[in-house]
């Protein structure tokens, strides 16, 4: 899986980032995506993130994680499967400064957070949900699947 990372805070180590692209390629393989599947990454502060939440999701504060999917459109992805072209999942947007503020809260590492910030939106980019309690109970069970057989539980 190719990911495309920016991290506009430089504030991650080469050591964070590579763990949470080693993550994200465990999932991959986990839920059986192609290996030839992009998608793109982006750290970033609170502030930035809040633009974001606010021009597309009408929330004016900042979050931890947001995801968008490029795959709406059954047909273009068929179209695109037959003519070669690698398959894009879509965009992530994580703040680093929210994953560092959560994990405090939460009591574990940093690191175990920006993972699940990572893999949260990852889940979301693969079409799962958490808008009724069935998919929120299948979502999330399946993140705490990927983490523990990763070896990235909360504890």
Avoid: C, W
Avoid at 108 to 135: C, I, K, Q, V, W
Avoid at 147 to 155: A, I, V
């Amino acid at each position: 899986m190719e990911v495309s990372v920016i991290d506009q805070t430089e504030s991650l180590s080469t050591k964070d980032i590579e763990q949470i692209l080693s993550l994200l390629e465990h999932a991959a393989n986990y839920l059986d995506i192609e290996s030839e599947t992009e998608l793109s990454l982006t750290f970033m502060d609170n502030r930035a993130i809040q633009v974001y939440n606010r021009d597309y999701r009408g929330k004016d504060v900042a979050t931890d994680v947001i995801s968008f999917a490029i795959e709406d459109d059954v047909e273009g992805l068929e179209m695109m499967s037959e003519l070669g072209i690698p398959r894009n999942l879509g965009d992530i947007l994580i703040s680093t400064e929210k994953a560092k503020e959560q994990a405090l809260e939460y009591g574990h590492s940093e690191e175990r957070e920006l993972g699940f910030l990572a893999l949260h939106g990852f889940l979301h980019l693969n079409g799962y949900d958490h808008m009724t309690p069935e998919d929120e109970a299948e979502m999330f069970g399946l993140q705490r699947k990927i983490l523990d057989s990763y070896g990235l539980s909360r504890s």
